[in-house]
């Protein structure tokens, strides 16, 4: 099997609500399709949401790179064939995570097709049956944010993660307003998206946040302070979640040897794809970090993706795949089945895309010749 036709959609996915972290806000999500066709007429579907403030790739760049670049050089390689095709992007180009995973993702789609098996028994078979989803609350005023806890779990969540990150006192009041809300035993997790900076604020938050008996605290300082993390973790008695800070291999390796944190998010968009993400998780289970699987609010084809990762490794506890529910359009259809998720037995990615709706999102297309 090789790869014949590389297509790519440049497309921004409308919102039901603005979703707001601590260093953006988005009105909607920019993101790249791509659709891999092979020699005998099957096609794989991958995506790229890139993040210039996490992956430093933007929609522009990620483009170009795939339709200039990384594209041509994969026409002719056989999907099947992973170790190569990772081998052959990282001698093309350093970093650009979300662009490699675009195309990692549609080569595993691409051959559970070819093959009649889901991604997750091409990559180590189901152990998981289900995972409970999170609703996830963007920064907003607390009271906004505590009547949104409320109404999501009458909506059937079981547990509510917040977005922080502003400041440590509108934070707590943050947190405060939600666990008033929601009671003394929903599980409620806090992101802060590297917003507290430094050891030293993440403490004195900390502190203050302790009556709220909180599940986990999410990356508080900046992706690059392992040594902070390592303090923070030291001296927390809540557990800690490194996400920013580990991409791939290198970060991995440094965290591992350090144990600067109790869980780690590993995301497709960050490390490159399906393939690599399975690396981050066995070194993590080695050096007995639990792992997530989160996104950077995808569409139905890398959340599928994600949770293909998920559903086939042991260590992973935890998933934040939301990007379809905070959609009004998806090209996937993706079926949560809340509070869980619950992934089917359909070949490859176990969605199907509507090329229509792909058509009518698409602000742009190109297609890649070797």
Known sequence: MKIEKIEVFAVRFPLKVPFVVSYHRYEDMPSIIVKLTSACGRVGYGEAVADEHVTGESLESTISIIHRLL???????????????????????????????????????LVGKKLGLPVYDLIGGRYHDAFPVTHV??????????????????AGYTSIKMKVGVDVASDVARVAAVRRAVGPDVPIRVDVNQGW??????????QQLIPYALDWIEQPVRADDFEGMAEVKAKSVVPIMIDEGVRGMPEMRRLTLMQAAHKVNIKLMKCGGIYPAKKLVHIAEMSGIECQIGSMVESSIASSAGFHVAFSSKIVRSVELTGPLRFAQDVGNLQYDLPFIRLNEQPGLGIEVDEAVLEQLATARYEVTG
């Open 197 to 206: 900076e430094n050891a030293g604020k993440t403490l004195q938050a900390m």
């Open 137 to 154: 609350l963007s920064i907003g005023d607390p009271d906004a944010m505590a009547e949104e806890a409320k109404q999501q779990l009458d």
């Open 71 to 109: 594209g041509p050089q994969l026409i002719g390689e056989n999907p099947m064939h992973m170790e190569r095709i990772h081998d052959v992007m990282d001698r093309s180009i350093r970093d650009v995570p979300a662009a490699k995973a675009a195309l990692d993702i549609a080569c595993h789609d």
